[in-house]
Nanobody, 115 residues
């Protein structure tokens, strides 16, 4: 059974940092591209960052230079380091694993940026 569990969401002040974690229980983890998505109230879910099994990362323009995605195949973990947070980053953040036609989602973790 595939399971993705996010953690690390919190209330943080503007300019602060958070690190989100995604623990994956998934066979063949290294074959999956992992993405962090976010969804703010009343908005569509959007891709924030993704990383291939080989470690190639890509980012949405809104977070480039502020967020860093990384993964550890042995630990089956993916992280999203978020710096210089601003209120526009407030959302529920979801971990996604994708391989061919297979896609799996975690339950999400809430990030709120507010003073």
């Amino acid at each position: 059974q595939v399971q993705l569990v996010e953690s690390g969401g919190a209330l943080v002040q503007p300019g602060g940092s958070l690190r989100l974690s995604c623990a994956a229980s998934i066979s063949g983890f290294s074959l999956y591209a992992i993405g962090w998505y976010r969804q703010a109230p009343g908005k569509q879910r959007e891709l924030v960052a993704s990383i291939t099994g080989g470690g190639t990362a890509s980012y949405a323009d809104a977070v480039k230079g502020r967020f860093t995605i990384s993964r550890d195949g042995a630990k089956k973990m993916v992280w999203l380091q978020m710096n210089s947070l601003n209120p526009d980053d407030t959302a529920t953040y979801y971990c996604n694993a994708e391989r061919a036609w297979l896609t799996y989602w975690g339950q999400g973790t809430q990030v709120t940026v507010s003073s």
